[in-house]
Structures are given as structure tokens and as C-alpha cells.
């Protein structure tokens, strides 16, 4: 049988808007406001910052460098670029990775589903009660969260199977133009509503004596779940990449799409949270947890004028976002099984849904009838999210980087970041980026991993 040529991405812009698609999902608009609302609002947002810079931005170059030199799946990456040696075993664990996430992840997707259906039919706003009860009853159903979780998981793979060029590009490049306008609308709506300068307060003002180790963990994992890092996802993408793009370039403006996006889509949170507690004369909690904004925000858009075309904008937003990223992480395991399994692109996806179908059923029931299953502690759910968020990809990206500052050798790394000497970058520069991978990146994840070990 022929082998056909591997796909590339059509265009710049709609590789950088899959990638930014990628990056861009739950963990903006979901994760990162309750992680910043557990751990102290705008400490927690600088730590990010400066992990982002230091730690994310110099993975994020090594594996979207080690990606496009290698142009396979994560396994046989490391097996081309370092044949026979046990380098593999990372693309390996990358694949698993995404694969953990993919099961957690198309639970919350599968609830922003059903906050779309519900918002659309108008139950939602209609709802009229405490909307903590209205959470709890539907995600301790056994039925109804799992039925919208595989239905989130089936659009994930019919999108896949169209391919890259047709199937995530196109999707990629119109849903997130479309979110873009969406969450600026909300962000308008929260920022304008009386008391909401509480909110900005929160987020901007620092209180350094909320940092510790666990904050340090907290802040890293949270941004290398926000870029998509650590598993392999980038790396998939960029070996769809031509040999002209800019590495360096492309990672530091999806790194900044998507810091923004999420700062943005905390404006359209936090705020509003704050308004609203001021109006009805409580506390603002904004440590509400993964129930953030599926309970505080159907309160706060039902208390507000046009609140039902904001709930219908933000959810259909929500969904939006996370499918572009789920793609990115069942691509992983789709790429890694049309290769190294050798099945076709139809069946790779039949067998990541099944796959990541049955993880996400546990997941799911964990907030129903397995609620009190732990595993080390945790509900299934939880256990996925933080052994995936702070451990995994912390883990993995400490691998990529020593890969690429280590194995690949200075040359054979300034000469994929400048493309072989056509791109004109200053040496200083390319030079600083190395020493940021092979030396800065590893050692500060390895000091905070200690560092909260010790603690
Ligand atoms: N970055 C995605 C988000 O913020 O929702 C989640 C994610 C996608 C994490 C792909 C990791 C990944 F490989």
C-alpha cells in the first residue's frame, strides 16, 4: 500500500489558530478563574506570569521544535531523534497523558452541553432556585451528565475524522473568531455592572502572603494545562507545520493569546461574582471550586438585564473553546494509533472514543453514585485532573526540555529554532532561549516540585 504524504496545515494563521484553539478551552474559562479564586486572586495570576515566561514559553519552544523535526506522533519523535534509546517511553507517556486528560475533560464539556441546551430552551434562566442545587442534581444523576458527556466526546471525533486540514483547521479557525467576540460581549456586561471594581481588585491587587509551595504547584500546573503543554498535543501539531514557521514567534503569540484570553475570561468572571454578592448583600465566594461557573454565573446572568442572551453567548462560548482543545488532545491519540497501531483514521477515532469514553464514565459517576470512591483521597475526577495537571505535564515538559537542550545538542537546536539559518534572529537571542531550555525551565520545575515535597 502507497503511504501518503503527511498532512500539513493550509495556512499560517490557521496553524497558529489551531494551536491557540488548542490552548484556548475550559482551562480559560473554567479552570483558570476557580484556580485563581482558590488560590488568592492576584498573587496567584503574577506567579503565573512569571511561570509563563521562565518555565511555559521555553517548553513550549522545545516541543513544538522537537515536533516539527521529528514530524510523527510523540513515540516515534523520540524514536527518529534518538533512535533505540528509552527517550521513546516520554512520547509514550505523552499519548497516555492526553489521553487522561481527554476522559476528565469531555465531562466538563459535556456540562457546558447541557448549560447550552438548557440556556437555549430558556430552563435555565427560568430555573429560579439556588443554582448550587441545580449543579448538584445534575451532575449526581447517573444518566444524564454521561449521556451529554459522550455526545461531547462523539462531536470531538467526528471532527477528528475529517482529518487535519479540514477538520480541525476549518473548525479552529471559526470557533475561535467566534468565542473572541462572545467573551468580550460578557466581559462588557460584568465590568459594567455596579461593584464589579471589587472583582478587579482581586484580580490585580497582589497579596504575596498567599504564595506557598502548594501555589507554586497550583500556578505551574495550571499553565501548562492552559498552553497545552508537557503531552505531546503541541508536538502533534507542529509536526503538521511547514519547515518555515517561525518557532519561537508562534509559541510566544499563542502563550500570549492565551494568557489574555484567560485574564479576559477572569474579567468576565470575577467581577460579576463581586457585583452580584454586593447587590444581594453577601460575601463573594470565588472559591466556589469547578462549580464556579456553572453555579455562580447562571446566578449572575439571571439577576442580570439580557441575561438570557448572555447564558445562551457564554455557554455556547464554553463549548466552543473546549471542543477546539479536545480535538488537540484526541488528535494525540488518533495520530499515535494511525502510526504505531497502523489503523485507519476512522477506526483510530472509534478506538479513542471507546478508550476515553469508558475513563470519562468513571469520572463522571464520581460526582454520583462512585462519589465515594477515592483514589489517594480523591474522587476519580479529581484524581484524573490533578495527577494530569500538576504532575504529568510538569513532568513531561521537564523531559521535552532536557531533550531538547540536552540530547538535541546547541546546534542541531539553533538550527531548527532559526530554520536552518533563513530566519535572521539575532544571537543573543536564539542564545537566550537555549539556556532558558536547558538550564532555567528545568531547574525551577524541579525546585517547585521539591520545594512542595519538602513543605
Ligand atoms: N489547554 C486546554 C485548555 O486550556 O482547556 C486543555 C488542554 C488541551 C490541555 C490539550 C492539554 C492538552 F494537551
Given at each position: 500500500?502507497?503511504?501518503?504524504?503527511?498532512?500539513?496545515?493550509?495556512?499560517?494563521?490557521?496553524?497558529?489558530?489551531?494551536?491557540?484553539?488548542?490552548?484556548?478551552?475550559?482551562?480559560?474559562?473554567?479552570?483558570?478563574?476557580?484556580?485563581?479564586?482558590?488560590?488568592?486572586?492576584?498573587?496567584?495570576?503574577?506567579?503565573?506570569?512569571?511561570?509563563?515566561?521562565?518555565?511555559?514559553?521555553?517548553?513550549?519552544?522545545?516541543?513544538?521544535?522537537?515536533?516539527?523535526?521529528?514530524?510523527?506522533?510523540?513515540?516515534?519523535?523520540?524514536?527518529?531523534?534518538?533512535?533505540?534509546?528509552?527517550?521513546?517511553?516520554?512520547?509514550?507517556?505523552?499519548?497516555?497523558?492526553?489521553?487522561?486528560?481527554?476522559s476528565f475533560y469531555c465531562v466538563v464539556g459535556g456540562w457546558s452541553v447541557k448549560y447550552l441546551v438548557d440556556a437555549v430552551s430558556g430552563s435555565?434562566?427560568?430555573?429560579?432556585?439556588?443554582?448550587?442545587?441545580?449543579?448538584?442534581?445534575?451532575?449526581?444523576?447517573?444518566?444524564?451528565?454521561?449521556?451529554?458527556?459522550?455526545?461531547?466526546?462523539?462531536?470531538?471525533?467526528?471532527?477528528?475524522?475529517?482529518?487535519?486540514?479540514?477538520?480541525?483547521?476549518?473548525?479552529?479557525?471559526?470557533?475561535?473568531?467566534?468565542?473572541?467576540?462572545?467573551?468580550?460581549?460578557?466581559?462588557?456586561?460584568?465590568?459594567?455592572?455596579?461593584?464589579?471594581?471589587?472583582?478587579?481588585?482581586?484580580?490585580?491587587?497582589?497579596?504575596?502572603?498567599?504564595?506557598?509551595?502548594?501555589?507554586?504547584?497550583?500556578?505551574?500546573?495550571?499553565?501548562?494545562?492552559?498552553?497545552?503543554?508537557?503531552?505531546?498535543?503541541?508536538?502533534?501539531?507542529?509536526?503538521?507545520?511547514?519547515?518555515?514557521?517561525?518557532?519561537?514567534?508562534?509559541?510566544?503569540?499563542?502563550?500570549?493569546f492565551d494568557t489574555g484570553f484567560a485574564v479576559i475570561a477572569g474579567l468576565a468572571i470575577i467581577p460579576a461574582v463581586y457585583a452580584i454578592a454586593?447587590?444581594?448583600?453577601?460575601?463573594p465566594d470565588v472559591n466556589a471550586g469547578p462549580g464556579l461557573v456553572f453555579i455562580t454565573l447562571p446566578g449572575v446572568f439571571s439577576s442580570m438585564?439580557?441575561?438570557?442572551?448572555?447564558?445562551?453567548?457564554?455557554?455556547?462560548?464554553?463549548?466552543?473553546?473546549?471542543?477546539?482543545?479536545?480535538?488537540?488532545?484526541?488528535?494525540?491519540?488518533?495520530?499515535?494509533?494511525?502510526?504505531?497501531?497502523?489503523?485507519?483514521?476512522?477506526?483510530?477515532?472509534?478506538?479513542?472514543?471507546?478508550?476515553?469514553?469508558?475513563?470519562?464514565?468513571?469520572?463522571?459517576?464520581?460526582?454520583?453514585?462512585?462519589?465515594?470512591?477515592?483514589?489517594?483521597?480523591?474522587?476519580?475526577?479529581?484524581?484524573?485532573?490533578?495527577?494530569?495537571?500538576?504532575?504529568?505535564?510538569?513532568?513531561?515538559?521537564?523531559?521535552?526540555?532536557?531533550?531538547?537542550?540536552?540530547?538535541?545538542?546547541?546546534?542541531?537546536?539553533?538550527?531548527?529554532?532559526?530554520?536552518?539559518?533563513?530566519?535572521?534572529?539575532?544571537?543573543?537571542?536564539?542564545?537566550?532561549?537555549?539556556?532558558?531550555?536547558?538550564?532555567?525551565?528545568?531547574?525551577?520545575?524541579?525546585?517547585?516540585?521539591?520545594?512542595?515535597?519538602?513543605?
Amino acid at each position: 500500500m502507497a503511504v501518503k504524504p503527511r498532512e500539513t496545515f493550509g495556512s499560517r494563521m490557521g496553524m497558529l489558530l489551531a494551536m491557540a484553539g488548542s490552548a484556548i478551552g475550559l482551562g480559560n474559562i473554567w479552570r483558570f478563574p476557580y484556580t485563581l479564586g482558590k488560590n488568592g486572586g492576584a498573587a496567584f495570576l503574577l506567579l503565573y506570569v512569571i511561570m509563563l515566561v521562565f518555565i511555559c514559553l521555553p517548553v513550549m519552544i522545545s516541543e513544538y521544535l522537537i515536533g516539527r523535526r521529528g514530524a510523527s506522533n510523540p513515540f516515534r519523535t523520540f524514536d527518529k531523534l534518538a533512535p533505540g534509546s528509552k527517550w521513546r517511553w516520554i512520547g509514550f507517556i505523552a499519548v497516555l497523558a492526553s489521553g487522561c486528560i481527554l476522559s476528565f475533560y469531555c465531562v466538563v464539556g459535556g456540562w457546558s452541553v447541557k448549560y447550552l441546551v438548557d440556556a437555549v430552551s430558556g430552563s435555565l434562566m427560568s430555573f429560579g432556585g439556588d443554582y448550587a442545587d441545580f449543579f448538584g442534581a445534575f451532575i449526581s444523576n447517573p444518566w444524564e451528565p454521561l449521556t451529554f458527556t459522550l455526545i461531547f466526546l462523539g462531536i470531538t471525533g467526528l471532527i477528528i475524522a475529517f482529518g487535519v486540514r479540514n477538520g480541525i483547521e476549518r473548525m479552529s479557525k471559526i470557533m475561535i473568531s467566534v468565542l473572541f467576540v462572545i467573551i468580550v460581549l460578557v466581559v462588557i456586561r460584568s465590568l459594567t455592572l455596579p461593584g464589579a471594581s471589587a472583582g478587579l481588585r482581586y484580580m490585580f491587587v497582589p497579596d504575596m502572603s498567599k504564595i506557598d509551595a502548594n501555589t507554586c504547584v497550583a500556578a505551574m500546573g495550571q499553565a501548562f494545562f492552559s498552553l497545552s503543554i508537557g503531552c505531546g498535543c503541541i508536538l502533534t501539531y507542529a509536526s503538521y507545520v511547514k519547515k518555515d514557521e517561525n518557532i519561537a514567534a508562534s509559541a510566544a503569540w499563542i502563550s500570549f493569546f492565551d494568557t489574555g484570553f484567560a485574564v479576559i475570561a477572569g474579567l468576565a468572571i470575577i467581577p460579576a461574582v463581586y457585583a452580584i454578592a454586593a447587590m444581594n448583600g453577601v460575601e463573594p465566594d470565588v472559591n466556589a471550586g469547578p462549580g464556579l461557573v456553572f453555579i455562580t454565573l447562571p446566578g449572575v446572568f439571571s439577576s442580570m438585564p439580557l441575561g438570557n442572551a448572555a447564558a445562551v453567548l457564554f455557554f455556547l462560548a464554553l463549548l466552543l473553546a473546549a471542543i477546539t482543545s479536545a480535538i488537540s488532545l484526541m488528535e494525540v491519540l488518533a495520530a499515535y494509533i494511525i502510526e504505531e497501531l497502523r489503523k485507519s483514521r476512522a477506526m483510530a477515532v472509534i478506538i479513542s472514543f471507546v478508550l476515553c469514553g469508558v475513563v470519562g464514565m468513571f469520572c463522571s459517576l464520581s460526582f454520583g453514585p462512585l462519589d465515594g470512591f477515592k483514589l489517594f483521597g480523591l474522587s476519580v475526577f479529581d484524581f484524573f485532573d490533578y495527577i494530569t495537571s500538576n504532575i504529568m505535564l510538569p513532568v513531561g515538559g521537564l523531559f521535552l526540555a532536557l531533550f531538547a537542550g540536552w540530547r538535541l545538542k546547541r546546534a542541531n537546536f539553533i538550527d531548527e529554532l532559526t530554520n536552518g539559518g533563513a530566519l535572521k534572529m539575532p544571537r543573543w537571542l536564539s542564545l537566550t532561549i537555549y539556556y532558558l531550555v536547558k538550564f532555567v525551565a528545568p531547574i525551577a520545575i524541579s525546585v517547585i516540585f521539591l520545594n512542595c515535597i519538602l513543605s
